[in-house]
C-alpha cells in the first residue's frame, strides 16, 4: 500500500512541478448537519476566490489546502443552504453545521456544452441518476442501470452474453432511417456508455427533448445523456478507494419442453430425424443416432428434462477496482484502474477488461486553469453467443434438441476422427440445413473480439473578467477493435470446408471546440451568454477479410484460404461537421428567464447546396414560488415552456451514384438511387412543464407535456427493382411523438434513524406516422427474414409488425383445408401489434436505518407485443410442452371451405409443423404482449460506522449485496424475456429469436476508502 | 495597454471562427467513397458485362440466392428435373411463397438493369456508342427475359432501368415481339463483324466470340418462334425460317455450347452452391423415363444413391412427414453427379444453352411444315440426341440409343409412391405426328437437364411432355397435383406495394387473375 502510494505520488509530482511549490497551510473540519447532527457525506469546500476545493468524507471530514493569512471557506451540499465560514489566520480545524435548505434551489446540473445552470432556471426536462445507484447496480455496462429509473428512457438489450449492445431511447423513435438513440457526452466530449467505467462517475444527467440539447445540433436531436467523470480533490492526503465486486448470473428456463416423445415423426422414432414426433419414451432399445462407428449401435430410449440446467452455467464477474485522488493547491490528480472479468452463461463465453483513468486538474495562473484526462479501455470477450437464425448460435441450438437425446452424451461424443482421419461432426442428422451439435458450435465454431478505447481530452479556460471566460477544448476518441471469426470444417451448410473472419476496424473522433461565456446583472435583469463553435472530424477504417473454405483442417489463417474463397470488404469513410452556435438567458429577479439558443452546422455528408443549415430554440421559465407568496407548505412552483429545432444530417457518401468492386475485380451497379438535393432531417419539439416541491420538499414531482415531429425524414425507400435501383434516397415524412412524463419523489419519513424515500417514474409516449412517402402510406423497418415485417405505417405508431396468420372467413373463423388443417395466409400479411411500449415506468424504494440501507426498484414496460421465432420453431418441432396435447388426434376449432363445422381429426403433429417451423411459420400463432414488471433491482448495503473504525485508517468500508432482474412480477411473453432481442437494430425489435435465456443476478459489493 | 492584451488573447477565437468558414472546402472530396467508382472507363464496361451475365439469370451473389428462389424451387420442380427433401419448403406442394418470389425477381432485376446500362452505354444515343457490344448485350438481353416471361406472363420490360416510382409491365406478346425485333438487329450486325471481340475477357459466356454470340442469337430467334407457334403460327413461320437461313447459322455443334464459366468468389455456379444443401434428389419421372430407356446418360447425370447405390428418384409434391420416411430420404435416392457437388462449383462451367435443343427446335419446325433446309424431322431428332450425348461424353452409345425400342418404366416403391409409366413412346423416332411430338419434347426435356430447367417447363406447359407423373401432395387452391397444373408463378407480393400502378398495369395484361391457374399469352 505505501508502495503504491508512494508511486502514485512520484507520478503526480512527475506530472506537474508546481505540486512541489505550493505554499500552503492546511484545514481540517468536518461538516455536520444542523439539524439531526450526522455527518454530511460529499460536501463540497472550497476558498473564497481561489481555486482550492475538497470534498467531504464519508465521514463528513475534509482537509483542504490553503493560502496563508485569514480565508473564507464556502461549504455547499446539494440539500443544504451554501454557508460560508471566516477562518483565522492561525486556525487550523473547524467544525460547520449545515442546515438543510430543504427548497434544493441551487442544485445546479451540468446541461448542453457543459454549462452549468441551477435546475430550477432550465425552461426542459432533465433527469439526475444518482451516481451510488449506478455503482452499486453494478452492470457492466453502465447503460444497463438506467432502466426505470429516469422517465421517457427506454433501453433495450441484445442477447450477446457479456458486453452486449444496448439501446437507449428517449421519448420514443423519431427518425426512420437514422439512429433515434440518446447522445452520450463524457466530459464535454462524445462517447459511449459501453467503455465507461461505472466507479468514474461523478455526476449523470439525463436531457430529454431536442430544446434540451438544440446546442448540441444534429447529433442530440434525440436527447443528450451527460455524464461527468470524477476530478482529483486537494486534501490532506491522498483518498484512496477500493471497490471489489462478485456477481453471479443465474440462467432460468422459462419455457416448458415435452419430455415423453422421442425424436421421430409420426409417432415413430427415428435416429435421424431432427423433431420430437417420435415414439412415446418408455424405456425401449433403438438405434443410436452416433455416426462414430466406434459408439453403440443401439441406445435406451429415456428423456432428459435436466437438459437445460447441464447445458448453462452459472455466470460469474468479479469485479476489482481502485481509485486515487489528491492534490495541491495548484494541480489536483485523480487516478483510477478497474479489472473485470468473467464468464457467462455459456461457459466459453469468456471476458476481460481493464479500465484506466487518469486526470490532472488545475490552475496555471489565477485566471487560466487546465483540464486534462486520458482514459484507456481494453476487454477481450471470447465466444460471444450468437442471437436469432444463426446455424452458429448455440441457443438454437440447444433449444432444438429432442429430450431423449441428454447432453451429457453430445458433449462426449460431438465429434470423431473418421476414416480419411478428419476431424468429423457427430450429429444425429448429418449434413442438416440448420442442425448442429451444440457443443460442435460451442467448441468448434468459435469467435473472439478486442476492443480497444483511448480517450483523451484537454481544455484551458482562461478568466479574463470574473465573469468572461473562454475554454478551449480538444478531444480525441480512439476505438479499434479487432474480431475473429472460426468455424471448423464439418460445420454443415455454413462451413462445410472451415470459415474464417477477420475483421480490423478503427475509428477516430477528433472534436475541438470553444466556448466564450459571459453573464452580468444590471438591476433586477441578468443576462448570461455563450457563444461557441465546434469542429468534429471523424474517420473510420475496417477491413474485413473471409476465407470461406480452407485447405488445411481448422488452421485459421488468411493464406490457407483455398482459391477463390478469400474475399474483402474495406471502407474508409470521413466526416467533417463545423458549427457555430450562441446561447443567451435573459432573467428577471431571477424568476422569469427566457433562453434562445441557436446553431448552425455545415455538414460534409450533405450534397453542397445544403453543407449549412441552422436550427434555433426558445423556452421560457417562471418560478412562480418566487413571484407571488404561495401557502407555506408550497416550497417549488415552477412552470415552463419550449420550443426547439434540431436536425440530422445522413450518412455519408449518400449523395453520390457508385459503381462497386466485387472480390475478384467485378464491377457492380449501385441499387441505390443516390439525391443530390438531400437535406437534414429536422425535428421540432414543443414542451410544457410544471415542477412543484411540497412540504419542505418532501415531496417532490414534475410533469411534462411534449410533442414533437420529425420531419424531412432521409429515407431509403424501397423502389420498384424494374426501375433500376432497389432503393432511393428521399426527403419524406412526419413522425409525431406525444407523450407525457411523470416524476415524483416523496420521502414520507425522516427521523434521525430512520428514512424512507421512493421515487416513481412514468412516461407514456403516443407515436403517430403522419405522413411517410409520396408513393406509398408504408415503409419497411426490418424484419428477421423468415416470420416477421415491421414497417412503418401512416396514421399507425412506428414498429408496426406483420406476419403470416390463420386464414378466416367473415366471422372470424379458423379455415381449415380439406385434411383439417388450418390455412394460412401465404404472405406477411396479417397484422400482428406494435412492437412499442405504451408506458415505462419505475417504482424505486429506499430504506435507511442507521448504518443499513435498502432500496429496490420495480420496472414495468407495458404494452406492445413481441414474436418468438424460438417458439414457432420448437412448437413446429415438437420440442415445446404445448405439442403434447392432440399427440394421438384433435380437432382443430374451425370451419371447412364451404363453411361447414370442422370434424377433420388431425394430430398435433400435422397442426404444428403447419402453424410453426423455421421458413413459413404463421407468426400471429407466435406473437405476445410483451408487457412486463420485474423485479429489477434490489440492493442491501450497510455501512460500517465511524467509531468502529476510528481505530484504523480505514475512512469508510460499506458492503451491499445486489440483485437484479429478481423475478418477474408479470410476464405475458410465453417462455422467453420480452426485452432480450435479437439485435438492437429498430427493425428487429419485436422479435425473439432464439436468444440467450432469462437471467437473474446476484453480486455483493465491497468499498473501502482510506 | 490592458485593452492590447485582451484583444490579443482573443486572437485564438478569431482564428477559430476564420478557419471554421473555411473549412468547407474539402467537404465534396470528403463524402465521395474512394473504394468505389463513380464514372466508369469504357473498358470497364467489360466486368460490368460479366455482372450483367451472372446476375441475369438470377445468380446475385455467391450463395445463389435468386437462383435457388426462382430456378431450384420454382423450374426445376415444376419441369421435375428434382424432387424437393427439404421439410420446411413448400414449393413442390405448388404453393407460392410470396418471400421466395419478391427475392427470386429482385436478383434478377439487379442483372437485367445492370444490362439496361450496359446497353444505355453503347447504344447509338450514347457518348460513345458501340454497335458490337450492344448487339451481344441485346441477344444477352432476350436470353434473360425469355425465362421471366414465360414463369409470369406479362413483366417489366421496356421500362426497365427508367429510375421511375412505376415501372410498366410489358404484355407477353409485346415483349416475344421485341424479342423477335432486337434478335434481328443484333445478329445482323453481327453477321458483318464475325470475326471480331466485344467484351474480351468480361463475357464469362463465350469470351467475346462474335461468331457463337451469332449463333446463339439466331437460335433463340428460333426458340422464340417455336414458343409462340401454336398462337401466331405465322409470324412464328417467318421468325423460324429467317433465323434457320440467316447469316453466321444456328448453333447446332456442341462445341459451341453457351457455357458460363464461374468467377469465384462472387459468382459460383449456382447448381453446385445449392446441391451442397441437400434438398433435392432425382425425380421419379426422371427415373421413369431415363431408366426405362435405359439412357446412357443416367450415370452422367445422376450419382447413385449413397445407401443402395442404385439411381433412384423421388415423387414430387411430398408432405413434411413423407419427407421423412427413409424411402424418401437424401441418403436412398439419387443426388446430381460430384461435378455439379460442391467440389467443383468454382470452376464447373455452368451450361445455358446446348445445341442439342436446336436440333430438337428444327424437328418440331419441320414437323409444323416449315422450311428447315434438307434436314427431315428424323434427322433433326436423332441428331438433337446425338448432341446432347456427345455433350455429355457418351456419344458412343447414340447409335444405339436411338434406335432404342425401349419405354418408360413403372417408379417402384412402396404406396402411395409406386405408379406405372405414363408413356409408351420409345426412343426410336415413331411413325405418327403424335408420337413424334412427344418423342421430341421428351428428349429435349432429357437434353436440357441440369440447368434449364426454366425452358424446359416452359416447353412441358406448351406441349404437354413429357407426360410427367401428378404430384403426391397439392397445397394450393388455384392448382392440383395434375403436373402442369400451375400455369404460372404469381407476380411477386412486393409489387403490389413498391410498384403498385406497374402491378396493375401487369395484371391487366395478363388477360386474367394473378393466379397460378392463368394461363399465359403463349399458351395454346
Not at chain 1, 436531436?221 to 465486486?245: C, D, E, P, Q, Y
Not at chain 1, 486538474?361 to 482514459?375: A, Y
Not at chain 1, 450497510?942 to 418477474?968: C, D, E, H, M, W
Not at chain 2, 437434353?447 to 407426360?467: C, D, I, N, V
Amino acid at each position: 500500500m505505501h508502495k503504491l502510494k508512494f508511486l502514485l505520488t512520484c507520478f503526480l509530482l512527475l506530472f506537474s512541478l508546481s505540486f512541489l511549490f505550493a505554499q500552503t497551510r492546511t484545514i481540517k473540519g468536518k461538516v455536520i448537519n444542523s439539524t439531526d447532527k450526522t455527518d454530511v457525506v460529499g460536501a463540497t469546500v472550497t476558498v473564497k476566490g481561489k481555486s482550492q476545493a475538497a470534498v467531504t468524507g464519508t465521514d463528513g471530514s475534509f482537509s483542504i489546502s490553503v493560502p496563508p493569512g485569514k480565508v473564507t471557506l464556502i461549504i455547499s451540499s446539494v440539500g443544504f443552504t451554501t454557508q460560508e465560514v471566516p477562518i483565522g489566520a492561525d486556525q487550523t480545524d473547524v467544525t460547520i453545521d449545515l442546515s438543510g435548505n430543504t427548497q434544493q434551489l441551487n442544485e445546479v446540473v451540468v446541461t448542453a456544452l457543459g454549462i452549468q445552470k441551477t435546475k430550477k432556471s432550465l425552461n426542459y426536462s432533465t433527469q439526475s441518476v444518482e451516481t451510488k445507484d449506478i455503482t452499486k447496480a453494478r452492470e457492466t455496462n453502465v447503460a444497463n442501470s438506467l432502466s426505470g429509473k429516469v422517465a421517457g428512457l427506454d433501453v433495450v438489450r441484445s442477447s450477446q452474453g457479456v458486453g452486449s449492445n444496448v439501446r437507449i431511447v428517449l421519448r420514443g423513435d423519431r427518425s426512420i432511417k437514422l439512429s433515434s438513440e440518446a447522445l452520450i457526452i463524457i466530459d464535454g466530449v462524445p462517447g459511449d456508455m459501453g467503455t465507461l467505467n461505472p466507479d468514474d462517475i461523478a455526476s449523470m444527467n439525463v436531457l430529454k427533448g431536442s430544446s434540451a440539447s438544440a446546442l448540441y445540433g444534429s447529433d442530440a436531436a434525440n436527447g443528450v445523456i451527460i455524464i461527468t467523470t470524477k476530478k482529483g480533490f486537494t486534501g490532506r492526503s491522498l483518498a484512496v478507494s477500493f471497490n471489489s465486486s462478485f456477481q453471479a448470473e443465474t440462467p432460468k428456463n422459462l419455457r416448458g419442453f415435452q419430455n415423453e416423445y422421442s425424436q421421430g415423426s409420426s409417432g415413430q422414432y427415428l435416429s435421424n430425424s431432427e423433431i420430437a414426433w417420435g415414439a412415446k419414451i418408455t424405456g425401449q432399445t433403438v438405434r443410436n443416432w452416433s455416426i462414430d462407428p466406434a459408439d453403440d449401435t443401439t441406445t435406451v430410449l429415456k428423456s432428459h428434462p435436466n437438459n437445460f440446467n447441464d447445458f448453462y452455467t452459472t455466470g460469474k464477474t468479479f469485479t476489482n477496482g481502485i481509485s486515487v485522488s489528491g492534490g495541491g493547491e495548484k494541480v489536483q490528480a485523480f487516478f483510477s484502474y478497474t479489472n473485470i472479468y468473467g464468464n457467462g452463461i455459456v461457459d466459453n463465453n469468456k471476458f476481460l477488461r481493464h479500465n484506466f483513468n487518469f486526470r490532472v486538474t488545475g490552475n496555471i495562473t489565477d485566471k487560466l486553469s487546465f483540464d486534462t484526462k486520458v482514459t484507456y479501455f481494453d476487454q477481450k470477450a471470447d465466444n460471444y453467443v450468437r442471437a436469432g437464425e444463426d446455424f452458429a448460435n448455440v441457443n438454437r441450438q440447444i433449444l432444438r434438441l429432442p429430450t431423449n437425446i441428454g447432453v451429457d452424451y453430445i458433449k462426449s461424443h460431438y465429434q470423431f476422427y473418421n476414416t480419411d482421419r478428419e476431424l468429423t461432426q457427430n450429429y444425429w442428422r448429418p449434413g442438416s440445413n440448420g442442425g448442429e451439435n451444440p457443443y460442435w458450435v460451442k467448441y468448434n465454431c468459435s469467435n473472439f473480439f478486442d476492443a480497444d478505447n483511448v480517450k483523451g481530452m484537454a481544455s484551458l479556460t482562461y478568466k479574463f473578467l470574473p465573469n468572461l471566460s473562454l475554454l478551449v477544448r480538444t478531444g480525441l476518441n480512439r476505438y479499434v477493435n479487432n474480431s475473429q471469426d472460426r468455424r471448423f470444417a464439418d460445420t454443415y451448410v455454413i462451413a462445410e470446408d472451415g470459415y474464417f473472419n477477420i475483421t480490423n476496424s478503427t475509428s477516430t473522433f477528433i472534436n475541438n471546440d470553444f466556448l466564450l461565456s459571459y453573464n452580468t446583472r444590471i438591476g433586477d435583469f441578468g443576462i448570461s451568454a455563450n457563444a461557441g463553435g465546434q469542429m468534429k472530424y471523424n474517420k473510420s477504417y475496417s477491413l474485413s477479410s473471409t476465407a470461406s473454405a480452407l485447405v488445411n483442417e481448422n488452421i485459421f489463417t488468411l493464406n490457407n484460404a483455398q482459391s477463390g474463397k478469400l474475399a474483402s470488404t474495406e471502407s474508409y469513410t470521413p466526416y467533417k461537421k463545423n458549427s457555430l452556435y450562441g446561447s443567451a438567458d435573459f432573467d428577471y429577479k431571477n424568476f422569469l428567464i427566457l433562453s434562445v439558443t441557436g446553431r448552425n452546422d455545415w455538414s460534409s455528408a450533405l450534397p453542397q447546396v445544403q453543407w449549412s443549415y441552422f436550427f434555433p430554440s426558445a423556452g421560457l421559465t417562471a418560478i412562480i414560488s418566487d413571484m407571488v407568496k404561495l401557502p407555506d407548505f408550497v416550497s417549488l412552483l415552477k412552470l415552463r415552456a419550449s420550443v426547439a429545432q434540431t436536425g440530422i444530417d445522413p450518412e455519408a457518401f449518400q449523395t453520390k451514384e457508385y459503381y462497386s468492386i466485387t472480390p475478384g475485380g467485378g464491377i457492380s451497379k449501385s441499387q441505390t438511387n443516390p439525391v443530390d438535393t438531400l437535406k437534414p432531417e429536422i425535428t421540432t419539439s414543443r414542451e410544457y412543464g410544471v415542477e412543484f416541491g411540497l412540504f419542505n420538499n418532501r415531496i417532490n414531482a414534475g410533469f411534462s407535456y411534449y410533442k414533437t415531429n420529425s420531419k424531412n425524414q432521409l429515407i431509403d425507400v424501397v423502389t420498384p427493382p424494374a426501375s433500376g435501383y432497389q432503393y432511393k434516397f428521399i426527403n419524406a415524412g412526419d413522425v409525431q411523438n406525444t407523450g407525457i412524463e411523470i416524476t415524483l419523489n416523496v420521502t414520507p419519513i425522516k427521523t434521525s434513524d430512520f428514512t424512507w424515500n421512493f421515487y416513481v417514474n412514468y412516461a407514456k409516449n403516443k407515436n403517430k406516422v403522419i405522413s411517410l412517402l409520396p408513393t406509398s402510406p408504408e415503409y419497411p423497418l426490418g424484419g428477421d427474414g423468415f416470420m416477421n415485417q415491421v414497417k412503418a405505417v401512416v396514421g399507425k405508431p412506428y414498429g408496426e409488425m406483420y406476419s403470416r396468420g390463420f386464414v378466416r372467413d367473415n366471422a372470424g373463423n379458423v379455415v381449415v383445408g380439406d385434411n383439417g388443417v388450418p390455412l394460412i395466409t401465404a404472405g406477411q400479411t396479417v397484422y400482428i401489434g406494435n412492437s412499442r411500449p405504451k408506458w415505462i415506468g419505475g417504482l424505486g424504494n429506499q430504506f435507511t436505518y442507521k448504518s443499513f440501507s435498502l432500496s429496490f426498484l420495480i420496472s414495468a414496460r407495458m404494452g406492445g407485443r413481441i414474436s418468438s421465432f424460438t417458439n414457432a420453431n420448437i412448437y413446429g418441432d415438437g420440442m415445446a410442452a404445448e405439442t403434447l396435447a392432440g399427440r394421438d388426434g384433435f380437432i382443430v376449432n374451425g370451419v371447412k371451405a364451404d363453411g361447414s363445422k370442422n370434424d377433420i381429426t388431425i394430430t398435433a403433429e400435422q397442426y404444428w409443423s403447419k402453424i410453426g417451423g423455421r421458413n413459413t411459420p404463421a407468426g400471429e400463432a407466435f406473437t405476445y404482449d410483451a408487457s412486463n414488471i420485474r423485479l429489477r433491482e434490489l440492493v442491501l448495503s450497510y455501512s460500517i460506522p465511524q467509531t468502529a473504525l476510528s481505530r484504523t485508517r480505514i475512512k469508510g468500508a460499506s458492503v451491499s449485496f445486489t440483485g437484479r432482474n429478481l423475478f418477474f412480477i408479470k410476464n405475458a411473453a410465453k417462455g422467453f424475456d420480452p426485452e432480450l432481442v435479437v439485435s438492437t437494430d429498430k427493425g428487429l425489435i419485436g422479435i425473439e429469436s432464439f436468444c440467450l435465456t432469462f437471467t437473474s443476478s446476484y453480486g455483493l459489493n465491497l468499498n473501502l476508502n482510506f | 495597454m490592458k485593452r492590447y492584451i485582451t484583444g490579443f488573447k482573443l486572437l485564438p477565437v478569431f482564428a477559430i471562427l476564420s478557419l471554421l468558414a473555411s473549412c468547407t472546402r474539402d467537404f465534396e472530396d470528403l463524402n465521395t467513397d474512394k473504394t468505389k467508382i463513380v464514372n466508369l472507363a469504357p473498358k470497364q464496361l467489360d466486368k460490368l458485362f460479366t455482372t450483367a451475365e451472372y446476375a441475369g439469370i438470377t445468380n446475385t451473389d455467391q450463395w445463389a440466392g435468386g437462383y435457388q428462389l426462382l430456378v431450384s424451387l420454382a423450374s426445376d420442380e415444376q419441369a421435375q428435373f428434382f424432387s424437393c427433401t427439404q421439410a420446411a419448403f413448400p414449393s413442390d406442394r405448388n404453393e407460392m411463397v410470396g418471400r421466395w418470389i419478391n427475392g427470386g425477381w429482385s436478383s434478377f432485376l439487379q442483372g437485367a438493369t445492370t444490362l439496361t446500362e450496359i446497353i444505355n452505354q453503347t447504344s447509338p444515343s450514347a457518348v460513345s456508342p458501340d454497335p458490337l457490344r450492344e448487339a451481344v448485350a441485346q441477344i444477352w438481353k432476350a436470353y434473360i427475359f425469355m425465362p421471366m416471361t414465360d414463369a409470369f406472363g406479362p413483366i417489366p420490360y421496356s421500362e426497365v432501368g427508367n429510375g421511375q416510382d412505376v415501372v410498366k409491365y410489358d404484355s407477353q406478346e409485346d415483349i416475344y415481339m421485341d424479342f423477335f425485333k432486337i434478335l434481328t438487329a443484333a445478329t445482323g450486325v453481327l453477321s458483318q463483324n464475325t470475326d471480331k471481340k466485344a467484351f474480351a475477357t468480361g463475357d464469362i459466356i463465350y469470351g467475346g466470340d462474335l461468331s457463337k454470340w451469332l449463333k446463339l442469337g439466331n437460335s433463340l430467334r428460333l426458340r422464340a418462334a417455336i414458343r409462340v407457334s401454336k398462337k401466331i403460327p405465322d409470324i412464328a413461320k417467318t421468325q423460324a425460317e429467317a433465323a434457320i437461313a440467316a447469316a453466321g447459322g444456328l448453333l447446332l455443334n456442341s462445341a459451341d455450347n453457351a457455357n458460363m464459366t464461374p468467377t469465384p468468389p462472387n459468382y459460383l455456379n449456382p447448381l453446385g452452391v445449392i446441391s451442397e444443401w441437400g434438398e433435392f434428389r432425382m425425380s421419379a419421372s426422371m427415373e421413369s423415363i431415363m431408366k426405362g430407356y435405359q439412357d446412357p446418360r443416367i450415370p452422367m447425370y445422376w450419382a447413385p444413391a449413397k445407401n443402395t447405390g442404385a439411381f433412384k428418384g423421388i415423387r414430387n409434391g411430398l408432405s413434411i412427414l413423407q419427407m421423412s420416411e427413409s424411402f424418401n430420404g437424401n441418403d436412398n435416392n439419387s443426388n446430381v453427379v460430384p461435378r455439379f457437388q460442391n467440389a467443383a462449383n468454382a470452376t464447373e462451367p455452368h451450361t445455358i444453352y446446348v445445341a442439342a435443343e436446336t436440333w430438337f427446335n428444327m424437328a418440331e419446325a419441320k414437323l409444323n411444315g416449315w422450311n428447315v433446309g434438307s434436314y427431315t424431322a428424323k434427322q433433326c431428332y436423332e441428331n438433337g440426341i446425338r448432341a446432347s450425348l456427345d455433350q455429355w461424353g457418351v456419344g458412343g452409345s447414340a447409335d444405339a440409343y436411338v434406335t432404342s425400342t425401349n419405354t418408360p418404366q413403372a417408379f417402384a416403391g412402396p404406396a402411395p409412391y409406386n405408379i406405372g409409366p405414363l408413356s409408351t413412346i420409345p426412343v426410336a423416332f415413331g411413325s405418327t405426328e403424335d408420337v413424334q411430338r412427344e418423342q421430341i419434347a421428351t428428349q429435349k426435356w432429357l437434353s436440357l437437364y441440369p440447368s434449364m430447367s426454366g425452358e424446359a417447363w416452359a416447353e412441358f406447359r406448351r406441349t404437354g411432355f413429357p407426360k410427367l407423373y401428378p404430384r403426391i401432395n397439392n397445397d394450393n387452391p388455384d392448382a392440383s397435383v395434375d403436373a402442369g397444373s400451375v400455369k404460372r408463378l404469381i407476380f411477386p407480393p412486393s409489387e403490389i406495394t413498391v410498384n403498385a400502378d406497374g402491378y396493375q398495369s401487369g395484371v391487366e395484361k395478363l388477360g386474367g387473375p394473378d393466379k397460378t391457374s392463368t394461363k399465359l399469352w403463349w399458351n395454346p
